[in-house]
């Protein structure tokens, strides 16, 4: 299991009931500094302390991610919405991917 940071789209609520299954998980919302930081910043601080970055932000950290960092997972916002039901629906696919016994490698973009 790798260590996780939620970009500043997720709720803390999300990041805390990921933690309740058993997962490391961080949301950028409750990290001081990390709100409304510029993505380059979030992604050094995730790769600075080996977490693996879950954003919805494609474009822009598709771009960042040929760089040196901790692994990415990329979120499809139409497929996964943070509203409503959506926000569980996105919790229970990213426990069953982060509780996988092949965790995501560092460098490694994946899609959710």
């Known amino acids: 299991m790798r260590k996780v940071l939620l970009d500043e789209m997720y709720p803390g609520a999300l990041a805390a009931s990921l933690r309740v299954r058993g997962l490391d998980v961080l949301a950028a919302l409750e990290v001081d500094g990390l709100p409304a930081s510029t993505d ?3 992604l050094e601080w995730a790769t600075q302390r080996q ?3 879950v954003t919805e932000n ?3 950290f598709a771009r960042l991610s ?3 960092h901790a692994g990415m997972i990329l979120v499809l916002a139409r497929r ?3 509203g409503g039901v959506g926000l569980g629906r996105l919790e229970a696919a990213l426990a069953a991917r982060l509780s996988s016994d092949v965790p995501v490698p560092m460098d490694a973009v994946e899609w959710l």
Request: proline share 20%; hydrophobic share 40%.
């Open 51 to 53: 977490r693996v970055l």
């Open 58 to 60: 494609v474009g822009d």
């Open 40 to 42: 380059p910043v979030l």
């Open 80 to 82: 996964w919405p943070r």
């Open 66 to 68: 040929h760089g040196p």
